[in-house]
């Protein structure tokens, strides 16, 4: 008999229409199934048992009286620990926040709870989601449930790892350079960031406000677009937040890629991207072209130095947003005799990990007199022609393509000595970012390791509906049913 | 071109109090980092708009009408002190 734990949203969803279990059972499976993985992932910083039990509860009240608000009610979600829970431990896996519960909850998960869905936990990230790997974490590293010596991704690594393990059914991310696409590319499971302004962020932990966005993982393209459409729409309290119509998802489904004009990315496509990584992208596309669809090659010159631009605006704005944690209204507050000013400096230094210290730094120097306009100025004009090239290619075609990540995932330590080397594992997705446009990852094969990966479409801004009709051809095209080897129902307890 | 950053000034605009052996190592890695970002220099990018945010932004207007809000308390018990219902801090003078 198949593990509830391994069903998808839309199987669980149905057998919980039809009866055939309830809520409360499919949150005691995924619980079962932590209580395994967890010892070797942590993917998990707060699992809310008595939140979950109460929710599953009530979902299930709900469908014994024939309400049913829509297709994740009853349905176990995690969320990434940058995401606003009341009354629930919020770190973004930092010391400077241990333990501070919000007194609020963030947009996207008041909306999950609207629609029914049973909040598990929140999940491991790298600090303020600074990062590719998960393992600048104040509370210890997630593992990759492929295999455990190597890392999920990051920096929404938790919440990748318990979609693939089936410690959730599927969870939120945030996604400022990459942090949805590439964990879902290294842990073989669907990771989507949404257009700019699509997904209100309040209650979000502020990284880098122009780039963030927070969006869903799920095991198939199908249950992607249920999360989307649950938390998509204008928000009052996001000033940020589109107002308009949401694109109509469902719609988009197994359509497949018939005329439709697909461009895979040159500079995407070349030195620094895995052999194998280069090899499973070009049979996809070349399968996608085999279905229907027009195959070109596209070029975006300017997508080289998007990842320089990147790591100027990114900390540029992650040093301003941090400048609130200085232990004066919530978090770590530090011991050291002084004045107002020694305690905020201290707390500071006590309170946030390497990592998120050399990107403050980096973007207090960018901001500085002096350089703000070589540095930030620069940085900013060149996120102009990212927008240019990528507004010229849609011009020709209505989606491109390229790998998500230029590499399966690495091993635990082997680019933490190294930040520039950890930085470059965003070279594909940070283009989308620096654009606001959407893109999303899909999986489609291991190499010979047996590592997931992924295959990422890029649709411009608001063109989710035709980017989910692609990522739909490709999930069916590829076939890749694969499943993490800490998602078997034959792991056991040690 | 090599960079040379005054790393103490900009930990201390950033209020991040640093050890000598960390403003070392962190004003290395930052040398470091920096040599990786001017390649952005080199572009010829004369009469290019700066790009600050992928939307055009408009300011958001409501009625000026008393609307719902979070209490102070959720707020004060999260706060490391307060007392009188307003947070609490050192001394501000040296």
């Given at each position: 008999m ?30 079962r ?42 349905i ?10 009341k ?14 519960k ?21 999940t491991?990230?790298d ?58 590319a290294?842990?073989?499971?669907v ?95 070349s ?74 730094l980096?973007?207090t ?33 209505d ?9 399966t995932a690495?091993r ?83 | 071109?090599?960079?040379e ?37 080199g ?52």
């Open positions: 198949t593990d509830l734990a391994d069903l998808t949203i839309a199987e669980a969803g149905a057998g919980l229409r039809k009866g055939e279990f309830s809520s409360v059972d499919l949150l005691d499976a995924v619980t199934r932590a209580s395994i993985t967890e010892a070797q992932l942590h993917a998990y910083l707060t699992l809310d048992a008595k939140g979950a039990r109460a929710a599953a509860e009530a979902a299930d009240a709900a469908f014994a009286d024939g309400d049913v608000a829509g297709p994740l009610q009853g176990p979600i995690a969320l990434k620990d940058n995401m606003c829970t009354g629930v431990t919020t770190t973004a896996s930092s010391q400077i926040l241990a333990g501070w919000p007194p609020y909850d963030a947009t996207v998960v008041r909306r999950l709870k609207e629609a029914g869905a049973v909040l598990t936990g929140k491991n990230l600090e303020f989601a600074m990062g590719s790997s998960t393992e600048n974490s104040a509370y210890g590293e997630t593992r990759n449930p492929w295999n455990p010596d190597h890392v999920p991704g990051g920096s929404s690594g938790g919440s990748a790892a318990t979609v693939a393990a089936g410690s959730a059914f599927g969870a939120l991310g945030s996604d400022t350079g990459g942090s949805i696409r590439q964990p879902a290294l842990c073989g499971v990771g989507m960031k949404p257009t700019y302004g699509l997904v209100s962020r309040y209650g979000l932990i502020a990284f880098a406000s122009s780039l963030d966005q927070i969006g869903p993982f799920s095991r198939t393209v199908a249950d992607s677009a249920v999360i989307l459409d649950a938390i998509a729409g204008w928000d009052r309290r996001d000033s940020t937040s589109i107002d308009g119509p949401v694109p109509n998802l469902a719609g988009s489904l197994d359509r497949g890629v018939k005329e439709l004009r697909v461009g895979i990315v040159t500079e995407l496509m070349g030195e620094g991207i895995d052999p194998q990584v280069k090899a499973a992208v070009s049979t996809t596309a399968q996608l072209e085999a279905a229907g669809a027009e195959l070109v090659e596209v070029s975006l010159p300017s997508s080289e130095y998007a990842l320089s631009a990147y790591y100027l605006i990114a900390p540029a704005e992650c040093s301003a947003n941090l400048a609130r944690f200085d232990g004066v209204r919530y978090g770590h507050r530090s011991q050291i005799e002084g004045t107002t000013e020694d305690m905020m400096a201290h707390s500071r230094a006590e309170g946030f990990g390497p990592e998120v210290i050399r990107r403050i980096l973007g120097y960018a901001l500085s007199a002096g350089y703000y306009d070589a540095f930030y100025g620069q940085a900013q004009r060149v996120r102009t022609l990212v927008r240019t090239d990528f507004a010229e290619a849609y011009e020709k075609v989606v491109l393509v390229s790998p998500t990540s230029p590499t690495f635990v330590g082997e680019r933490a000595a190294d930040p520039i080397a950890m930085y470059y594992s965003d070279v594909c997705t940070i283009p989308s970012n620096l654009a606001g446009d959407p893109a999303i990852s899909v999986p489609i094969g291991v190499d010979d390791t047996g590592l997931p990966i992924g295959f990422q479409i890029m649709a411009p801004a608001l063109g989710e509906e035709i980017m989910y009709q692609v990522a739909s051809a490709v999930e069916s095209i590829a076939g890749f049913t694969q499943r993490a080897v800490l998602a078997s129902s034959d792991v056991v307890a040690p | 071109m090599p960079v950053i005054d790393i103490a000034k900009v930990a201390n605009l950033a209020r991040i109090a640093l050890t000598e052996e960390e403003l070392t190592r962190y004003g290395s890695q930052l040398e470091d980092i920096l040599v990786h970002a001017e390649r952005v220099q572009l010829p990018t004369e009469g290019v708009e700066p790009t600050s945010h992928p939307l055009p932004l408009v300011n958001g207007f409501r009625p000026d009408e008393t609307d719902e809000c979070l209490d102070r308390d959720s707020f004060l018990s999260q706060a490391p002190d307060s007392s009188d219902g307003q947070f609490r801090v050192p001394r501000i003078l040296g």
